[in-house]
């Protein structure tokens, strides 16, 4: 923390979110005030401000895609570890020559991702799905949080027992076939339409449960558009 703070400088704003940073329930390990690699990094590119959204520190980054980011963060009253999403910053432009539309089209479909994995909620299935437990707004960028999965994506599993040479039974790949044909017939029944199924998007927890992650380009069907 020392070099952290070293490093800020005469920066008011980085060393006031150190400061933030540092406001820990007592609750919390001892080996939670230490900086993680990823902040190290944020905080030495200048960007120590874009490690707390709300309620919620940055500690990592678990991945990226076109349009937004997802962080490991932590709920710093609850003390509990959550999977953040939220829009990339670098989509809003500059201050002044960001397109409107453009902004429009991206925040009205990441609102539409989470209300699709809200809905999610109603039919109480979290064997299947990554539960949502909260969303908002910090500095102009929205966000929500969700369950952080302990596991591997279904793509990163298979191509490690490639490697390795340990490829499951043909049990074991009935049975996540069957539970992942499950948890989409939920989804269709509440007509809700993944269209981004890859073995990417299914996420393996450490008891070999799949769920469904990453609702980006799902639709919501309307009655006359069922098929």
Request: hydrophobic letters at 40%; charged letters at 25%.
């Amino acid at each position: 923390w020392d070099q952290a703070f070293q490093h800020a400088g005469d920066q008011p704003s980085v060393a006031s979110v150190l400061s933030q940073l540092m406001t820990m329930p007592a609750s919390w390990d001892p080996k939670s005030t230490v900086l993680t690699d990823y902040q190290c990094d944020e905080i030495a590119a200048g960007r120590a401000a874009e490690l707390r959204f709300n309620q919620y520190t940055v500690l990592s980054l678990l991945g990226e895609g076109g349009m937004g980011k997802v962080f490991k963060a932590r709920h710093i009253y609850l003390d509990a570890i959550h999977a953040l999403k939220t829009i990339r910053r670098d989509r809003f432009g500059q201050a002044g020559t960001a397109n409107p539309e453009v902004i429009h089209t991206m925040v009205k479909r990441f609102l539409g991702e989470f209300r699709g994995m809200a809905k999610l909620l109603v039919a109480k299935d979290p064997e299947h799905f990554a539960q949502v437990h909260d969303a908002g707004e910090a500095d102009g960028i929205p966000y929500y949080a969700m369950e952080f999965i302990d596991g591997e994506s279904l793509d990163d599993k298979i191509r490690a027992n490639m490697k390795n040479n340990e490829l499951p039974s043909l049990e074991e790949s009935l049975t996540l076939f069957a539970e992942v044909a499950d948890a989409v017939g939920t989804a269709h029944d509440l007509n809700i339409v993944h269209r981004d199924l890859t073995p990417s998007n299914i996420m393996i927890t450490r008891r070999g449960r799949p769920k469904i992650i990453d609702f980006g380009i799902a639709k919501e069907l309307k009655r006359d558009e069922e098929t």
